[in-house]
């Protein structure tokens, strides 16, 4: 049997441990209320995003109001229901890519969340339009039908243990399980999974 991986993430903010598992859930504290993991996390921030060749300018300036990610999240359920996998996976970068770049769109507005779906691009970069304006409708309308499949899925991410997102729960060729967090545990995926890979590894000097 091959070996599996299930992803629970949100838009936001899924590096800091309150998504929507933690906050509406568990009743987890944001990191960034707590002063020095606060300062941590700035500095952090851009040694990740520097290290993945990302812009990153800081982060949105009211989080915590939009971090209630329901309703886009439904609507990114909806596509996933309704779309081919390629549209969800544009959806969900493009939603990421406005929340936590410059001028940082509050999707939580409905106004807002309806524009992102109109211009919605193959790419970041640009593309084929991914919905017209009557999917548009039709996905702002269908959000309904996903609560409970939302709700479904936090409740199943948390039994498994999840307080904040990604939250990944592996199981590999024989069978077991085990659960991971954060974006960069996937050394410790592989290593589980029995992948071959090239770990980290400190370099001898040079002779220049």
């Not at 890519?97 to 509050?106: D, I, Q």
């Amino acid at each position: 049997m091959g070996g599996r991986i299930d992803c629970y993430l949100d838009i936001a903010p899924s590096s800091l441990e309150t998504a929507f598992l933690s906050a509406q859930t568990l009743g987890n504290q944001p990191p960034w209320l707590l002063p020095a993991k606060a300062v941590y996390l700035g500095a952090d921030s851009l040694r990740a995003a520097e290290r993945l060749s990302l812009p990153y300018q800081g982060g949105p300036p009211d989080l915590m109001a939009m971090s209630k990610t329901l309703s886009p999240l439904r609507a990114l359920h909806f596509i996933k229901a309704h779309y081919p996998t390629d549209t969800f996976l544009s959806a969900f970068a493009l939603f990421f890519h406005k929340l936590w770049t410059p001028p940082h769109v509050n999707l939580v507005d409905d106004a807002n969340l309806e524009a992102a779906l109109a211009e919605a691009t193959e790419t970041l970069d640009g593309g084929g339009k991914l919905f017209t304006a009557e999917d548009v409708a039709r996905i702002m309308a269908g959000r309904d039908s996903m609560r409970e499949r939302v709700k479904q899925l936090t409740g199943e991410a948390v039994e498994k243990g999840a307080f904040g997102a990604p939250w990944l729960w592996v199981t590999n060729g024989q069978g077991e399980t085990a659960a991971f967090f954060g974006s960069d545990r996937f050394n410790h995926i592989y290593r589980f999974l029995e992948i071959p890979f090239q770990d980290v590894a400190v370099l001898p000097p040079s002779k220049l």
